[in-house]
């Protein structure tokens, strides 16, 4: 597949969540606290759905690499942001910068890599 037209280097998401329910892990005891796998998830749709209007009818995008680090906690009732930017397309492969703050302090960062396939399901 060649590169999908208007998928460019630069194309920024952003997403906004109030941690609770299932964004929070209980095993650090307390009220629970934002989880690692909750926080990648959140990254993981927001790269989807920053590009998912400009994909070819009949396609999706799928994630097939995650790097990322989870840097700090954020608390029950607090709004995490999360902000991904598309650092580079090869043919179908995607790269997303992408980021996740709670007001000033960054939560976790990385990178986060999609492939755009032919929707199966």
Do not use: Q, W
């Given at each position: 597949?060649?590169?999908i ?5 630069g194309?920024e998401g ?7 329910g299932?964004?929070?892990t ?5 009220k629970?606290t934002?989880?690692t796998?909750?926080m990648?998830?959140?990254?993981e749709?927001?790269?989807h759905?920053s590009?998912?209007?400009l994909?070819?009818a009949?396609h999706?995008s ?11 906690p954020?608390?029950p009732g607090?709004t ?7 650092a580079?397309v090869?043919g179908?492969?995607l790269?997303f910068e992408v980021e996740?703050?709670?007001?000033d302090t ?8 999609r492939a ?6």
């Amino acid at each position: 597949m060649d590169a999908i037209e208007g998928i460019r280097p630069g194309l920024e998401g952003r997403l906004e969540r109030v941690v609770e329910g299932e964004l929070l892990t209980h095993h650090v005891g307390g009220k629970g606290t934002f989880s690692t796998p909750a926080m990648i998830g959140l990254m993981e749709i927001t790269c989807h759905r920053s590009i998912e209007r400009l994909l070819p009818a009949g396609h999706t995008s799928v994630g097939y690499e995650v790097h990322v680090r989870h840097l700090a906690p954020a608390a029950p009732g607090r709004t995490v942001v999360v902000t991904t930017r598309v650092a580079e397309v090869k043919g179908n492969k995607l790269k997303f910068e992408v980021e996740c703050h709670e007001g000033d302090t960054l939560l976790g960062d990385g990178i986060h890599k999609r492939a755009v396939v032919p929707a199966m399901f």
